[in-house]
């Protein structure tokens, strides 16, 4: 394709120099230009189309699931509430299960998933969220914190949480399920 693009463009550059009247040689000049600059053009985009081409073509050697290469980041955190503290957590996409349990304190586990075509995309995903842990007098705060202006992000957190009996327990999301027992 590149190749026939680029003859084609030769030949219809030199039709229009031989059709041209003798002072028009200013014009040949321009012409010859546009064809240069066109030809460089086409090498761009067969460049870009060997890319995607290539791409394709790793995603389906692995099942055609784009995405598919997981990597995960885990955070571990234990705040101490009171056996009637609050507990407020928000998340965009992930699972979140809360649990009463024994003491007074909250435990935290958060895993990152972040998912790419190579392991290096996916590690590099994790970068884009982080985990907020606010702890203040009888409260504990955690969100999942998106990076702005990062588009495509392939990020999810779920959480485990484990909070005394007595906790108010305030939890959202934008997507995933949520339980809390």
Do not use: C, W
């Not at 965009?92 to 935290?108: L, M, N, Q, R, Y």
């Not at 895993?111 to 994790?126: I, M, N, P, S």
């Amino acid at each position: 394709m590149r190749t026939s693009l680029k003859t084609l463009l030769t030949v219809a550059a030199t039709a229009f120099a031989l059709a041209s009247p003798a002072g028009a040689q200013e014009k040949t000049a321009d012409v010859h230009r546009i064809v240069a600059e066109a030809q460089k053009i086409a090498g761009h985009t067969h460049e870009i189309v060997v890319d995607a081409l290539a791409h394709a073509h790793a995603i389906e050697q692995r099942g055609g699931e784009h995405g598919r290469i997981e990597q995960t980041e885990r955070i571990s955190k234990a705040v101490k509430i009171g056996a009637s503290g609050q507990l407020d957590l928000s998340n965009i996409s992930g699972t979140i299960i809360v649990t009463a349990g024994p003491g007074d304190e909250v435990k935290i586990e958060a895993v990152k998933r972040g998912r790419g075509d190579t392991e290096a995309e996916a590690k590099t995903q994790l970068t884009y969220v982080a985990v907020d842990i606010a702890e203040r007098p009888g409260r504990v705060d955690v969100r999942a914190r998106y990076k702005e202006g990062e588009q495509h992000i392939n990020v999810s957190v779920d959480y485990t949480v484990t909070a005394p009996a007595g906790t108010r327990v305030s939890v959202r999301s934008v997507s995933g399920d949520i339980r809390v027992t």
